[in-house]
């Protein structure tokens, strides 16, 4: 029978860092600062522990009350005791990440496991039901714990940016010759767009949602061809709202002077977390691209457009 061989110095090193890991990023969910020396002491502690289930006079520590007990030490540790409302957060927050964690190492050794693996890990009870056994490897749990954890990180931090976005999105209404278009819209506070000779502001839109109602000569060319071309070509030309459309000059990131397609609408209406606003003094800007990646907008607002003071100028639908 081969011996079995135990390096419980690598163990000991292996714990160490994933328990500094895990509370590290314990520190950065709920946002709380960590000293070094707190997070190393907390990890030994949580290092020694497991240190601990290769000598038998220690068996009964290997209960959940002791084991929830050492957590709080942990914690305690790491982060201090500030208030029970932020230490719940704090544990909360610890526990969600381990189970995440555990839970990833998981599920990624079952999607590289083979039929037969997954066979041969099968056992009958006594009882004539069936478990199953699930053996890790160790050099896999090494491998595989720093990627489950970046990756809890990324969805992490972009459902908090999200969150952050979802604040300054709301709904818009564009109201020309009976024809009305919604969509969500960002304020954007450094948008200072406007008509250089009116000083109307100007709310960028993404083209496509007028495209039923502009030429069809246009279509795939705002982004290619110049807005002063396409506006000449439309001389002679049947366009109901010819009469509404303006050159708007502006200047993008890393580029030159350029103009922007804008049409006159008879009212926009932004509805912003409980307030609303309307403003007929305002442009659209027709963009050819897209304004958001994940479709989370598709316009730009004009902060001058959401100002309370402006309220007695903005016109109210009858």
Request: include cysteine; glycine fraction near 10%; charged fraction near 15%.
């Amino acid at each position: 029978m081969n011996a079995l061989v135990v390096y419980i110095d690598l163990i000991f090193a292996a714990n160490l860092v994933i328990d500094g890991i895990l509370l590290w990023l314990t520190g950065w969910m709920v946002k709380l600062r960590i000293s070094w020396w707190r997070l190393i002491l907390s990890a030994l502690v949580g290092a020694l522990y497991v240190v601990m289930m290769f000598v038998p006079e220690l068996s009964f520590m290997y209960t959940f009350l002791i084991k929830f007990g050492l957590s709080v030490v942990m914690l305690w540790i790491a982060f201090g005791f500030g208030s029970l409302q932020s230490y719940l957060r704090t544990m909360g927050a610890f526990y969600i990440i381990n189970f995440a964690a555990a839970g990833g190492i998981v599920g990624i050794h079952y999607l590289l496991q083979s039929s037969s693996d997954i066979w041969n890990g099968i056992m009958f009870t006594a009882s004539g039901g069936h478990a199953y056994g699930l053996k890790i490897g160790f050099w896999f749990v090494i491998a595989v714990f720093p990627l489950v954890l970046i990756c809890f990180k990324a969805v992490h931090s972009s459902r908090i940016r999200r969150e952050q976005l979802e604040t300054y999105i709301g709904e818009v209404v564009v109201e020309i010759d009976g024809v009305s278009v919604s969509c969500p819209g960002l304020l954007d506070t450094g948008n200072r767009l406007c008509d250089p000779l009116t000083r109307i502001p100007v709310m960028v839109m993404e083209s496509t949602l007028w495209e039923g109602h502009l030429p069809a000569a246009w279509k795939g060319r705002l982004t290619q061809d110049g807005a002063d071309k396409l506006l000449l070509e439309t001389d002679g030309q049947s366009f109901a709202w010819q009469d509404r459309m303006r050159l708007v000059p502006y200047r993008g990131i890393n580029r030159g002077a350029s103009f922007m397609l804008a049409l006159k609408p008879d009212l926009v209406t932004i509805k912003l977390g409980e307030d609303i606003f309307y403003s007929k003094r305002v442009l659209i800007g027709l963009d050819g691209g897209t304004l958001s990646g994940d479709g989370a907008y598709r316009a730009v607002i004009h902060p001058d457009l959401t100002q309370k003071e402006s309220a007695t100028d903005a016109a109210l639908p009858s």
